[in-house]
């Protein structure tokens, strides 16, 4: 039985509502944490498939077999993925920006963009509580639910959504999280590798079918006013199409030209058939 990962956000439940709630059978064990626990050990073997952070995927791709078919990004705004501050992200050469440890894809992001677009440094601060120092006026990075109570607290002129950032510079897709699975777990079980994948997609397409009770089940974990989450969940994007990969190629490219990666990995997934 394949140890498997899931993200603890909200963000998602429009694939694995159908899991949680007996529509679709997952072929293994769920183990829900935050990007960056995920992305830890899925490397050290504690995990043998899961969705990890994009830029985990990148630093780890020699490790790490890319799976088709699904990803979490966004077409332009994101909701999700946020800088706070009352400067724009233009005006923030040496300041202080307090990041959040639980995901590696936004704060490299960040950087990507306050470097390679706007050509400012910043400092980050590791923080185990980004969006109180935002509540105190700090710049702040924050991602998930977090950063959606941010766009619902502080003034919208300082919530920055670096997905709509990052469209701007680029007119790409940004991806955030992919689905991976160790080499050699993909080497030794492939057929217990398409089971969960097959499985995934299925869940997915569920999702899809019945929005209302993914709504009703993120309302559940963090209640948002009425309609909130039919409108979050149209910002993303959970196809790892070409789109999606041709944004995830320029963010790798971009990461390598600032030296956070020292090479640009491979954005094709390993060759898998795939039952729908």
Same mark, same amino acid.
């Given at each position: 039985?394949?140890?498997? %990962?899931?993200?603890?956000?909200?963000?998602?439940? =429009?694939?694995?509502?159908?899991?949680?709630?007996?529509?679709?059978?997952?072929?293994?064990? *769920?183990?829900?944490?935050?990007?960056?626990?995920?992305?830890?050990?899925?490397?050290?073997?504690?995990?043998?498939?899961?969705?990890?952070?994009?830029?985990?995927? %990148?630093?780890?791709?020699?490790?790490?077999? *890319?799976?088709?078919?699904?990803?979490?990004?966004?077409?332009?705004?994101?909701?999700?993925?946020?800088?706070?501050?009352?400067? =724009?992200?233009?005006?923030?050469? %040496?300041? #202080?920006?307090?990041?959040?440890?639980?995901?590696?894809?936004?704060?490299?992001?960040?950087?990507v963009l306050l470097e390679g677009r706007f050509g400012?440094?910043?400092?980050?601060?590791?923080?185990?509580? =980004?969006?109180?120092?935002?509540?105190?006026?700090?710049?702040?990075?924050?991602?998930?639910?977090?950063?959606?109570?941010?766009?619902?607290?502080? #003034?919208?002129?300082?919530?920055?959504?670096?997905?709509?950032?990052?469209?701007?510079?680029? %007119?790409?897709?940004?991806?955030?999280?992919?689905?991976?699975?160790?080499?050699?777990?993909?080497?030794?079980?492939?057929?217990?590798?398409?089971?969960?994948?097959?499985?995934?997609?299925?869940?997915?397409?569920?999702?899809?079918?019945?929005?209302?009770?993914?709504?009703?089940?993120?309302?559940?974990?963090?209640?948002?006013?009425?309609?909130?989450?039919?409108?979050?969940?149209?910002?993303?994007?959970?196809?790892?199409?070409?789109?999606? #990969?041709?944004?995830?190629? #320029?963010?790798?490219?971009?990461?390598?030209?600032?030296?956070?990666?020292?090479?640009?990995?491979?954005?094709?997934?390993?060759a898998l058939l795939v039952s729908r």
């Open positions: 039985m394949l140890r498997s %990962g899931r993200i603890i956000y909200t963000n998602d439940l =429009p694939i694995y509502t159908a899991f949680d709630e007996g529509a679709v059978r997952y072929p293994g064990a *769920l183990a829900a944490d935050v990007p960056a626990n995920l992305n830890e050990a899925l490397v050290a073997g504690r995990l043998d498939i899961s969705p990890i952070s994009a830029f985990h995927y %990148g630093k780890y791709a020699d490790r790490l077999a *890319l799976l088709p078919e699904l990803c979490i990004g966004s077409r332009q705004d994101v909701w999700s993925v946020v800088c706070v501050s009352r400067k =724009p992200l233009a005006e923030l050469d %040496g300041a #202080r920006i307090f990041v959040t440890k639980e995901s590696a894809s936004g704060r490299n992001l960040l950087r400012v440094k910043a400092t980050f601060v590791d923080s185990d509580d =980004p969006y109180g120092a935002a509540a105190r006026g700090e710049a702040a990075l924050l991602i998930g639910d977090r950063a959606i109570d941010a766009q619902q607290t502080f #003034r919208r002129s300082n919530v920055h959504d670096l997905g709509s950032y990052w469209h701007a510079w680029t %007119g790409l897709d940004m991806v955030y999280a992919v689905w991976a699975v160790r080499r050699d777990v993909l080497a030794s079980h492939p057929h217990e590798v398409q089971g969960a994948l097959d499985a995934l997609i299925r869940s997915q397409a569920w999702g899809n079918a019945h929005l209302e009770r993914v709504v009703a089940a993120a309302q559940r974990a963090h209640a948002r006013p009425a309609g909130y989450y039919e409108a979050y969940y149209a910002t993303l994007n959970f196809a790892f199409d070409e789109r999606a #990969r041709a944004g995830l190629a #320029r963010y790798f490219s971009e990461l390598h030209a600032i030296g956070a990666l020292d090479s640009v990995p491979p954005v094709e997934p390993e």
